[in-house]
Nanobody, 123 residues
């Protein structure tokens, strides 16, 4: 499966952005999906994940209550709605697809990655 993330940009603290991740190739609904981010000089970190059906989501503590992930399997698209953005949310955001049963918060468990989209939050 090929993944393409979009929707990043520059926003003021307290603002919102909606990221999208368009999938092509194999059937999108085969995959559990995740969002990760990487800030300069830091390791890639888990943000959110969602099961193949969209029935279950899990979030990092740092974004819980502010970010929401969802998916539209009919349109082969994953979303990340980000509200109440903070400067510490600044990073390149990646979507990723995981084969096999179950989701994961470990980036090493994911098989396919999008190219990343930059999110910059100014104070």
């Amino acid at each position: 499966v090929q993944l393409q993330a979009s929707g990043g940009g520059l926003v003021q603290a307290g603002g919102s952005l909606r990221l999208s991740c368009a999938a092509s190739g194999r059937t999108f609904s085969f995959y559990n999906m995740g969002w990760f981010r990487q800030a300069p000089g830091k390791e890639r970190e888990f943000v959110a994940r969602i099961t193949w059906s969209g029935g279950s989501t899990i979030y990092a503590d740092s974004v819980k209550g502010r970010f929401t992930t969802s998916r539209d399997n009919a349109k082969n698209t994953l979303f990340l709605q980000m509200n109440s953005l903070k400067p510490e949310d600044t990073a390149v955001y990646y979507c990723a697809a995981k084969e096999g049963r179950g989701g994961s918060s470990d980036y090493a468990q994911y098989d396919y990655w999008g190219q990343g989209t930059q999110v910059t939050v100014s104070s």
